[in-house]
């Protein structure tokens, strides 16, 4: 189970974090990415995190997002600031496992960037 929360509505250049909380599954040896899909657009890769920590992240997402993984508390979030109008669309968190080729989805969190 993925549970993605922290979406909603904000102003060009503000900031939000996502989180997504997950339960069942073992949490440290999953990567975890965030995606989003905006209206009548494929669903993206936004940044990922290996379960080793290593970080990657599209360019649109290059020096304004952060992504990070808590294990104490299996989590992932996404740090974003110096939002865009561009950046509108419903943010969906995934965990795989490397090995297994598993992967679980979360439900998704709108985030809005407008005037």
């Known amino acids: 189970q993925l549970q993605a929360s922290g979406g909603g509505w904000v102003q060009p250049g503000g900031s939000l974090r996502l989180s997504c909380a997950t339960s069942?599954?073992?949490?440290?040896?999953?990567?975890m990415g965030w995606y989003r899909q905006a209206p009548g657009k494929q669903r993206e890769l936004v940044a990922h995190?290996?379960?080793?920590?290593?970080?990657s992240y599209a360019e649109s997402a290059k020096g304004r997002f952060t992504i990070s993984r808590d294990s104490a508390k299996n989590t992932v979030y996404l740090q974003m600031n110096s939002l865009k109008p561009e950046d509108t669309a419903v943010y969906y968190c995934?965990?795989?496992?490397?090995?297994?080729?598993?992967?679980?989805w979360g439900q998704g969190t709108q985030v809005t960037v407008s005037s």
């Open positions: 995934k965990a795989a496992n490397p090995y297994t080729s598993t992967a679980y």
């Open positions: 069942g599954i073992s949490f440290s040896a999953y990567d």
């Open positions: 995190i290996t379960s080793r920590g290593t970080l």
